[in-house]
């Protein structure tokens, strides 16, 4: 599936990748920083958000489908590993990403996403890791979640993070006939995690996770023990951030997150 994208600057791809409830928008603060800085960033629209195509049914929006949009459109425009960024379900995405393909990523970025293995690690011992979940059962109804966004989505918008006025005006526009294709990732979760449960492996590839503190949903416990499924993972903590944080602290979020991408194009190894 070709995803609609926004890109800016020349150099070593870096793919940035949204969550819910946004689209390419939310990276619109880091573009123009990593461009500046000398790479290529790329802002794609996942499946069934903002301009890219919109599959009809929850079974197209199943993680496998998700990731191999991603692996396209990253072999489509680079012969290289490329550093990853995700947030959400960007985040999640880029997980299974570099579990599923390792050979298409370089580096991996992480925003206040713990690895798949953790959350239901914490899911089978935490009664308020289940009972912060709870939402993602609410999502997975028919109609009413359609309802609750257009009611309430814009007083969500101003309590998850820091969003302008216009910006709230701009995702309600696009939710119009994004919002079911949004919501079908709730949907296809249980079948989701059953298919990459089966996945689950070791990532060898070098890792940060960028951790807002104020995160709402996921305990800091998910973070622990993260070596056993990352060999090479560090941790920046990241004071007065919630779950978006790329948005509450986007210039420590962004020169973090340069820092860590910055590696001569020269030095890129050839995929295997």
């Known amino acids: 599936m070709q995803l609609h994208y926004d ?11 949204h969550g819910f409830p946004e ?5 619109k603060r880091q573009l123009p920083a990593l461009a500046h800085a000398g790479f290529r960033a790329v802002a794609p629209d996942l499946r069934g958000y903002g301009d890219s195509p919109k599959p009809k049914g929850a079974d197209a929006y199943v993680m496998t489908e998700i990731v191999g949009d ?19 379900w960007g ?11 390792p050979e ?14 953790a959350i239901a690690r914490e899911l089978g011992r935490s009664t308020k890791q289940k009972l912060k979940l709870l939402y993602q059962l609410f999502f997975q109804l028919p109609l009413l979640p359609e309802l609750f966004m257009r009611l309430f989505g814009r007083i969500l918008l101003h309590r998850a993070g820091r969003f302008t006025p216009e910006e709230t005006a701009e995702y309600r526009k696009e939710w119009r006939t994004a919002l079911t294709p949004m919501l079908h990732y709730y949907r296809a979760l249980k079948k989701s995690r059953g298919m990459m449960r089966k996945l689950f492996r070791r990532i060898d590839l070098p890792t940060l996770i960028l951790w807002g503190e104020r995160e709402p949903v996921f305990l ?4 622990e023990d993260m070596g056993e499924w990352v060999t090479d993972v ?8 919630g779950h ?12 973090l997150l340069i820092d860590f991408a910055a590696t001569p194009a020269t030095a890129l190894p050839p995929r295997r």
């Open 7 to 17: 890109s800016e600057g020349d150099g070593p791809l870096v793919v940035l990748l």
């Open 23 to 27: 689209s390419r928008r939310s990276w």
């Open 70 to 88: 991603v692996a396209e459109l990253i072999e489509s425009l680079s012969s290289v590993p490329v550093v990853v960024v995700g947030h959400d």
């Open 91 to 101: 985040a999640v995405t880029a997980w299974n990403l570099a579990m599923m393909r």
């Open 104 to 117: 298409l990523v370089r580096k991996l970025v992480i925003i206040n996403v713990p690895h798949p293995a």
């Open 220 to 223: 800091p416990s998910t973070l």
């Open 234 to 241: 560090r941790v920046e903590r990241i004071a007065r951030a």
């Open 244 to 255: 978006f944080a790329q948005r509450d602290q986007p210039e420590e979020v962004t020169r």
